[in-house]
């Protein structure tokens, strides 16, 4: 048997997929194009592109090398998409912070990733002065100071970041290495244990960019994004690269509007004065933006806005759609580049109803090309696509984590079989649609029985006056567990459990759910808010922690 | 200094890429959908994935392995689209045999292929039979009756086609293996020497498939490519993989049309009842369409074409705009994937007039992402990007082949310098634009002056009475090369070579070509027709012999 490989001829140049590819012709083409720190700060693609230059010839300047690895603690600014380019594109590694940890996750994710330089803005000196005795690695720190002049630091301040940029060449040699090299690190914050570290390649970067733009923009009605978007980030960009969104808008040439620290009204100036298009976020912020909004002095309408991070309840869908906001659901995870499918109707097919739309709109939706994405029991055998089979999501893409950092155990879990464990609980229609019923640790075990708890917070929110809810299970003696409804209710609202109760037996007759899924009166409990992660999931783990 | 890798967990699947991964979901999300032969024959994906199976379980009852070459001669077929995923998902390679070529050229490629096994169409046989004695490889022929019933031959034949896959399993297994094995091969057929062997890996047909996509796509006016088009190939399946556009068509689950042997009328027909959308084809073609729908029967509009091969002129493009099809120009090459730039408006962008749309969508158009187009001269620095200073277009893409079968000098001719050459001579404007002025060896040296043959072409063709024309370099004493023109003027046409000169020494006037430019009158020679390569392209060397 003969291999079949083609050799390149020598001089043949063999094109590594690295983040510099995605910048191959958005100067010539794009030049003139702009991006725009909070509407306060504008330059062309042609600075960008000299701003990357001069970041890496800083960086270097400071011995950053290729493999060494660079944290960024800021706002979501112009500097953060420097970034995003300039220190991978030196063969260095781009670690965002997450920095709504505790000093002591960022300590331990700062020392674990082994972070030689932090750039930070100056908002986080304090924390980072916190920790600052038991940083291992951290050898020298660039300021960011964003008009708030020069702070006084005990930390081993290099410079202020613009300071050193206007200081340094735009001409660096961005040289060409194995598309393998680790371009990006992050933390993702599980249930149990220490933060795991959570790395790509460049090629991952490229390979996701290329397969989510094909997704998002080769449909005739709902294209989703095409070139002549303005694009703003609402998901953090220490948040899994920003959904690698930063990366597609950079390579179509995209005008980008960067809004700093997030505040809804700013959002929505930013919004309406820089006529943005193109969004993604989590629930809770466009809920945010919806409520800042409201009044009427603001047009939302076309504004493209994918929903990721946790489920797009139909309910905050159906109000922004009133809104005219293009709103539909995004499905991935920190371990998956992140996109893997998107809710985006199949070509052609027009819902039946306001009814129907939104609940297609609120699904987990159909994966982008070249992701393998089945359905499986815990035999890894592929379950029916009937819409009602319900097997966990196991995936195969281009553009995956090949595992967690110095964590083989987790990682091999992560792998088992060969295929990426999402743990996430799902059924798929015959079209390819697949709905998640909820998280393989959240499905409460009932009587033999699986109950979905992500199914009874569903139709908890379709009652009047709920504002928010969350469901666990809690041990039962009798039936092994059952389901506990936390309830936040609108201001105003005078709900009472017994309402919930008789709202989710109804749903019993009509099949929507079994009656082992209604959670007794005394298991219904309102309270002030439902805990959230750094990301702003519910964190069902402190839920439980309170009922154990 | 680290490598910075990241080593996989043992159990990840690190995806190469492979021709089969573009199915990975489109049985599931596009498994009604259909393709169907002519109208005649129809099926769906779901068919189509099976019969990839069957056909990579026929051929390997036949002996095909990993490594082997299987050739392909047929019309432009669903069993055509079939061997385009089968033959190279077995990591065989699939080798489309020009079938234009004549029958001592397909010897030689056959040979130099070392093609094992071939499908051949009933219609083909005789040119097989012709050459069976001298070929070198050959162990067995799978005929393709298509209708005719059992043709006689003296070719050892293994069984008829659909035969061969009634009694072959659908569940081949398809194995992983290096994105880098040979996918695809077939030949150049130069100016000079010998067909040359190009061959794409695996990789490089879906990076190619990715990058294409996501510039079709991602526009919003002008949008070139979405999920409910109807695709139908009026580039041969042979002729560099009918510029890629059946991976892609396949890819987004587009309804595809496969045409057989083009015939103008049956390609309109199939037009109208199919309902077709998006196509391409050479320039002669278009014009044969133009002429074949005269009288209104057929609605062309939004039809979307897109034109290779040759320059698309500006008067075919204006006949074609008011038949309503959206035609545009692509560039490539047999070497370059193909298609490596659009003539697509920049976003946003509207022309002042249909002059300036038409000379938008005449030119070579804007590179698509990823590749690195670069205008330079020949020490390979770069021109100025003012739309006026002339240079070769050299390339870098992830998908270029990476030099010649068996032929190491041209093959580093080829990528002299670590770029791929293209020999087009071409301006950049400060867009992006790109537009050649010729080929380089087309460029006519005058008195010190270099004149494009293709501008002088262009301009002839604006005479009134011209159909066709080709404008080569002939030796002179006196000022080293003159202009010489061929024209076909149209049928009834009085054209002299009086009104060609004066029409073109106006244009000297106008500055838009140099009075070097217009060949004397004994230089302009009316002609029956221009002789034209396999591929329908302008064979300039034809006429440099004739004069001689």
Same mark, same amino acid.
């Given at each position: 048997?003969?291999?079949?490989?083609i050799?390149?001829?020598?001089?043949?140049?063999?094109?590594?997929?690295?983040?510099?590819?995605?910048?191959?012709?958005?100067?010539?083409?794009?030049?003139e194009?702009?991006?725009t720190?909070?509407?306060?700060?504008?330059?062309?693609?042609?600075?960008?592109?000299?701003r990357?230059?001069?970041?890496?010839?800083?960086l270097?300047?400071l011995?950053?090398?290729?493999g060494?690895?660079?944290?960024?603690?800021?706002?979501?600014?112009?500097?953060?998409?420097?970034?995003?380019?300039?220190?991978?594109?030196?063969g260095?590694?781009?670690?965002?912070?997450?920095v709504r940890?505790?000093?002591q996750?960022?300590?331990?994710?700062?020392?674990?990733?082994?972070?030689?330089?932090?750039?930070?803005?100056?908002?986080?000196?304090?924390?980072?002065?916190?920790?600052?005795?038991?940083?291992?690695?951290?050898?020298?720190?660039?300021?960011?100071?964003?008009?708030?002049?020069?702070?006084?630091?005990?930390?081993?301040?290099?410079?202020?970041y613009?300071?050193?940029?206007?200081?340094?060449?735009?001409?660096?040699?961005?040289?060409?290495?194995?598309?393998?090299?680790?371009?990006a690190?992050?933390?993702?914050?599980?249930?149990?244990?220490?933060?795991?570290?959570v790395?790509?390649?460049?090629?991952?970067?490229?390979?996701?960019?290329l397969?989510?733009t094909?997704?998002?923009?080769?449909?005739?009605?709902?294209?989703r994004?095409?070139r002549?978007?303005?694009?703003?980030?609402?998901?953090?960009?220490?948040?899994v690269?920003?959904?690698?969104?930063?990366?597609?808008?950079?390579?179509?040439?995209?005008?980008?509007?960067?809004?700093?620290?997030?505040?809804?009204?700013?959002?929505?100036?930013?919004?309406?004065?820089e006529?943005?298009?193109?969004?993604?976020?989590?629930?809770?912020?466009?809920?945010?933006?919806?409520?800042?909004?409201?009044?009427?002095m603001h047009?939302?309408?076309?504004?493209?806005?994918i929903?990721?991070?946790?489920?797009?309840?139909?309910?905050?869908?159906?109000?922004?759609l009133?809104?005219?906001?293009?709103?539909?659901?995004?499905?991935g995870?920190?371990?998956?580049?992140?996109?893997v499918a998107?809710?985006q109707?199949?070509?052609?097919?027009?819902?039946?109803?306001?009814?129907?739309?939104?609940r297609?709109?609120?699904?987990?939706?159909?994966?982008?090309p070249?992701?393998?994405?089945?359905?499986?029991?815990?035999?890894?055998?592929?379950?029916?696509?009937?819409?009602?089979?319900?097997?966990?999501?196991?995936?195969r893409?281009?553009?995956l984590?090949?595992?967690?950092?110095?964590?083989?155990t987790?990682?091999?879990?992560?792998?088992?079989?060969g295929?990426l464990?999402?743990?996430d609980?799902?059924?798929?229609?015959?079209?390819?649609?697949?709905?998640?019923?909820?998280?393989?640790?959240? *499905?409460? @075990?009932? &009587?033999?029985?699986?109950?979905?708890?992500?199914?009874? $917070? #569903? /139709?908890? =929110?379709? !009652?009047?006056?709920?504002?928010?809810?969350?469901?666990?299970?809690?041990?039962?003696?009798?039936?092994?567990e059952?389901?506990?409804?936390?309830? *936040?209710? @609108?201001? &105003?609202?005078?709900?009472?459990?017994?309402?919930?109760? $008789? #709202? /989710?037996? =109804?749903h !019993?007759?009509g099949?929507?759910i079994s009656?082992?899924?209604?959670?007794?009166?005394?298991?219904?409990?309102?309270?002030?808010?439902?805990?959230?992660?750094?990301?702003?999931k519910?964190?069902?783990?402190?839920?439980?922690?309170?009922?154990?």
């Open positions: 048997m003969q291999d079949n490989l050799t390149p001829t020598p001089s043949a140049y063999t094109y590594p997929l690295l983040v510099k590819q995605l910048l191959s012709n958005s100067q010539h083409l794009y030049g194009q702009q991006i720190y909070r509407g306060e700060l504008r330059y062309s693609y042609r600075t960008f592109r000299q990357i230059g001069r970041l890496a010839s800083a270097a300047s011995g950053v090398r290729h060494s690895t660079v944290a960024v603690m800021d706002w979501d600014s112009h500097r953060y998409l420097e970034s995003y380019f300039g220190i991978p594109m030196m260095a590694t781009l670690f965002t912070v997450n940890l505790s000093a996750q960022i300590l331990y994710t700062l020392n674990d990733a082994g972070a030689e330089v932090v750039l930070v803005h100056a908002d986080f000196l304090p924390l980072l002065e916190e920790i600052q005795t038991e940083l291992q690695c951290v050898r020298q720190v660039v300021v960011i100071e964003d008009g708030q002049g020069t702070p006084q630091t005990s930390l081993p301040v290099a410079g202020e613009e300071a050193l940029l206007s200081a340094a060449s735009p001409d660096f040699a961005f040289a060409d290495f194995d598309e393998h090299t680790r371009a690190t992050f933390y993702t914050t599980g249930t149990t244990g220490d933060p795991k570290g790395s790509y390649s460049h090629r991952d970067i490229v390979l996701h960019t397969t989510t094909m997704a998002l923009s080769a449909q005739r009605d709902g294209q994004l095409h002549e978007d303005v694009y703003m980030p609402i998901t953090p960009m220490f948040h690269l920003a959904w690698g969104m930063p990366y597609i808008a950079v390579t179509l040439g995209l005008k980008i509007v960067m809004p700093g620290r997030y505040a809804p009204d700013l959002l929505l100036k930013l919004h309406d004065t006529r943005v298009t193109f969004s993604h976020c989590v629930p809770t912020l466009l809920q945010m933006l919806l409520q800042a909004s409201e009044g009427g047009d939302l309408s076309g504004w493209k806005i929903i990721g991070g946790s489920a797009l309840s139909p309910a905050l869908c159906e109000a922004a009133a809104r005219g906001i293009d709103v539909f659901a995004g499905y995870m920190s371990e998956t580049g992140p996109v998107l809710a109707l199949p070509p052609g097919y027009k819902p039946a109803n306001l009814q129907e739309e939104v297609m709109r609120c699904a987990t939706g159909r994966p982008v070249m992701v393998d994405l089945r359905i499986v029991d815990d035999q890894l055998h592929d379950l029916p696509h009937d819409g009602k089979a319900q097997g966990e999501i196991v995936l893409a281009p553009f984590t090949k595992g967690y950092f110095k964590k083989p987790a990682s091999e879990e992560l792998w088992a079989g295929y464990h999402t743990q609980v799902a059924v798929m229609g015959r079209d390819g649609f697949v709905q998640i019923v909820d998280r393989i640790k959240d *499905v409460i @075990k009932t &009587g033999g029985e699986w109950v979905s708890s992500i199914e009874v $917070e #569903r /139709l908890i =929110a379709e !009652v009047p006056g709920v504002l928010e809810s969350a469901v666990i299970g809690v041990p039962d003696a009798k039936w092994g059952r389901p506990m409804a936390f309830i *936040v209710s @609108k201001a &105003g609202s005078r709900l009472k459990a017994e309402t919930i109760r $008789e #709202r /989710l037996l =109804a !019993v007759e099949k929507r009656k082992y899924a209604v959670p007794e009166l005394d298991r219904i409990a309102f309270v002030a808010e439902i805990p959230k992660t750094s990301v702003g519910i964190d069902k783990k402190v839920l439980r922690g309170r009922t154990a």
